[in-house]
């Protein structure tokens, strides 16, 4: 700041443009990065999955694949159906882009100092934000004189508006515990050890967690909550249509938002970059801390995606209605009731974040005890000829 | 000054290139949003005249096109041919090729369920499970392809017999596949069976009652998935079925209602497990001996017509054959169990949601070539 007003000469207010412009840059840099990796390590993963290689001839282990895609993309005609509305069908990818992309104005990439802006309403901004991607996939689906792409359309606009409710619920939990609406005091309000993380401070924020977590899947069309695109039904849903560099941006948006859906999920309940005291600060390692998080629950989520089934739309806003929507105000008045108890015995809260996250930790040790059966279980195999 | 506002249902075309119409088969639908109205199957697509083929080639050039029937299940179609021919002309197959007979059938219809029962998944959105299948359906093409050299469309059997014997070492290689497979089913099971997302999509959904199921003359699992216990093999017996032990699975019903999608889709897993018991029984009982019966190069079946009914995949297959006594078929009518399966789609496509239109037709295992023939 100094520098560019001092040595360059320029006011106050174009030396917050230019400094504005290179943040922006440097997250948007970061997040096509991200949604880039994020679409070689689902096909990797998948591949792994599914007893095959996945992409693994350009680049080392096919890591450059994304950039060969992009480049094919980018080169593909642009076509536009015959009886599209032409204005709509061409503004629709960016608006599903820019509602993404929005979203990280407020999520940190590091500590609280690597945010583009702490608003002090950053979760409201954050609600609010992700639903102009609906307005995007409405609008695709509209504008492509198709009906498979229509069906589509309509499917995403009462999912999305469905979930965004138990969403934007659960997210009562973490703003009761820090008391603010700002993400960068959210981060502030939980620690680097795990039961010091909002997501087991206590067992209706860890009902928060869980909703959120299968809310943000749902909002961001993954598996099994895909309706929108659904491939074998509605042959991908809203964006058939679709080719050349508009879809580019579509897919860029979609697996951006994986990237999202970790990097929310780990700022809001899973400690962010929080260090130990004497690390506090170093800013190379928070945003490794933060990354690694992120990139956990970016691999959950593609997991999810290559094991499930999909929902039918009933089901699926069965289990919005009926099941998160009360299981999110279970959680913010659960959270209500015992703040107000821990008020005034202060060890209780110490006490329930442990058991909390020893009962998480047992659970995982089942779970973990499952997988080892299904490899101890699966079959050999065979070598013929 | 009310006025109405004007709704209208939208007829949509699934097909004829969509991913889950499991070939070129085309359904116009009027849907109101996602709710069907009425569906109504085109079919013809792919319809390549074979049967009309049939009066032009000789008895045994027939056998090829027969492979082209059902491609998910050629050694059956083929079986089901030349067993009416031999019917005709009064043949007798030798032990040894009958025993063959029914462990390439068999290890075919394990390879068309598991086709069956992966496309069913992925049409659930499901796809890990599907690549999972073909891959042991490839393990079965490595088998098949050891006793006839070809991977999909085999011509192995023929007009009194089987064109060659099993290599040596096949029954070990079986056998080893058997094993790894049965605990492969399992593992399957734990992936998408028992999942409940699958169940919610499956069960109670299109049931068909066991008298509607007879009315629509359905045939092969469809039928036994409404609870009908109807097997050819067991009940009208040919080849060596009558000397094997086998149980016929039949819906039950476990999760939903009797003859829903869960029930059809169930009773291709358990006819699975009954395949590999006939395949182990086959292994150990196998007698040495010939594999082909004397059949003179140029067949003339005496005059007259016969009607052959076989177990395949997709249920009973009909073959009509009818000869003049000439070098080749008069007439020949196949019938086949997916087109029964396809007349009962616009009864019970109504009322339900598209996804639903999806199971239904992944359930009832219906398969383009054979529907059209």
């Known amino acids: 700041m100094n520098l560019l007003t001092d040595t360059l000469g320029m006011t106050e207010f174009w030396a917050n443009v230019v400094i504005m412009l290179i943040v922006c840059t440097i997250v948007f840099a970061v997040f096509a990065l991200m949604s880039g990796i994020t679409s070689w390590a689902e096909r990797r993963i998948a591949g792994r999955m599914q007893s095959r290689y996945g992409c693994n001839r350009v680049g080392p282990q096919g890591i450059l694949q994304f950039v060969a895609d992009a480049v094919k993309l980018i080169l593909k005609e642009d076509l536009i159906p015959d009886g599209a509305d032409r204005f709509l069908y061409k503004i629709t990818p960016y608006l599903c882009l820019m509602g993404v992309l929005a979203t990280l104005v407020v999520l940190p990439l590091g500590s609280r100092a690597m945010m583009v802006a702490d608003l002090n309403?950053?979760?409201?901004?954050?609600?609010?934000?992700?639903?102009?991607?609906?307005?995007?996939?409405?609008?695709?689906?509209?504008?492509s004189n198709n009906k498979w792409s229509l069906l589509g359309g309509m499917r995403s606009a009462a999912q999305i508006v469905s979930y965004e409710i138990p969403v934007a619920m659960s997210l009562l939990t973490p703003i009761l515990i820090a008391g603010s609406l700002s993400v960068g005091d959210l981060l502030d309000s939980q620690g680097w050890l795990p039961w010091e993380w909002t997501a087991f401070q206590t067992p209706f924020s860890a009902l928060a967690f869980f909703v959120f977590f299968i809310g943000s899947l749902a909002e961001g069309n993954r598996t099994p909550f895909d309706l929108p695109e659904a491939e074998s039904?509605?042959?991908?849903?809203?964006n058939t249509e679709y080719s050349g560099f508009r879809f580019a941006v579509f897919f860029m948006a979609e697996y951006g938002n994986v990237f999202l859906i970790g990097l929310s999920t780990t700022a809001l309940f899973l400690g962010g970059p929080n260090l130990p005291g004497f690390l506090q600060g170093n800013p190379f390692l928070s945003v490794a801390v933060m990354m690694l998080k992120t990139i956990f629950i970016m691999f959950v989520v593609i997991w999810l995606r290559w094991t499930l089934p999909r929902f039918r739309i009933d089901q699926l806003m069965d289990l919005s209605w009926k099941y998160l929507l009360p299981c999110a105000l279970i959680a913010f008045f659960g959270q209500s009731v015992f703040m107000l108890v821990a008020h005034q015995i202060p060890a209780i809260t110490q006490i329930t974040s442990i058991v909390v996250f020893i009962v998480f930790l047992l659970i995982m040790i089942k779970f973990i005890g499952r997988i080892r059966t299904n490899y101890k279980e699966q079959s050999i195999p065979?070598?013929?000829n | 000054m009310t006025s109405e506002l004007k709704t209208e249902h939208i007829t949509i075309n699934m097909g004829p290139q969509h991913p889950s119409t499991h070939g070129v088969i085309r359904f116009v639908i009027k849907t109101d949003g996602e709710i069907i109205h009425e569906c109504d199957p085109d079919v013809g697509y792919l319809h390549r005249g074979i049967e009309k083929i049939a009066e032009s080639v000789t008895w045994q050039g027939f056998v090829p096109f027969t492979d082209r029937v059902d491609y998910l299940a050629s050694m059956n179609a083929n079986w089901a041919y030349c067993m009416a021919v031999e019917e005709m002309l009064g043949t007798e197959v030798p032990e040894r090729a009958e025993y063959i007979r029914v462990i390439a059938g068999e290890l075919n219809r394990i390879s068309s369920h598991l086709v069956a029962i992966g496309a069913a998944d992925m049409d659930m959105g499901a796809i890990t499970p599907f690549v999972q299948l073909l891959r042991e359906r490839e393990y079965i093409n490595d088998l098949l392809e050891m006793i006839c050299g070809a991977r999909l469309t085999y011509n192995y059997y023929s007009i009194g017999g089987v064109n060659y014997d099993l290599p040596e070492g096949f029954s070990i290689k079986v056998m080893g596949f058997l094993d790894h497979f049965e605990v492969a089913v399992e593992q399957m099971h734990r992936l998408v069976t028992y999942n409940q997302i699958f169940i919610n999509r499956f069960a109670n959904v299109a049931a068909v009652s066991p008298e509607m199921a007879m009315d629509y003359n359905f045939v092969g699992p469809n039928l036994r998935g409404s609870g009908v216990k109807y097997d050819v093999r067991r009940n009208k017996p040919y080849s060596i079925y009558d000397k094997l032990d086998f149980e016929i699975p039949i819906g039950t019903a476990s999760v939903g209602t009797l003859g829903d999608c869960y029930d059809r889709y169930f009773v291709r897993v358990e006819e699975i497990r009954e395949s590999v018991k006939i395949l182990r029984q086959c292994l150990q009982q196998i007698p040495e001996g010939e594999i082909q019966a004397k059949v003179k190069n140029a067949i003339k079946p005496p005059v007259?017509?016969?009607?052959?009914?076989?177990?395949?995949?997709?249920g009973d297959t009909g073959y009509f054959i009818y000869s003049d006594g000439k070098t080749s078929p008069s007439r020949l009518k196949i019938r086949t169990g997916s087109f029964t399966g396809m007349s009962i789609i616009p009864e019970l496509a109504r009322n339900i949601f598209i996804a639903d239109l999806v199971a239904v037709i992944g359930s009832l295992d219906i398969v383009a070539p054979e529907l059209d023939r």
Do not use: C, D, N
């Not at chain 1, 309403?121 to 504008?143: C, N, P, Q």
């Not at chain 2, 007259?304 to 997709?314: A, S």
């Open chain 1, 382 to 384: 065979v070598g013929l």
């Open chain 1, 121 to 143: 309403v950053g979760v409201l901004y954050f609600i609010s934000i992700t639903s102009i991607v609906v307005i995007g996939i409405l609008m695709a689906g509209w504008s």
């Open chain 1, 233 to 238: 039904e509605l042959v991908s849903g809203f």
């Open chain 2, 304 to 314: 007259g017509h016969k009607y052959i009914r076989t177990e395949t995949p997709r």
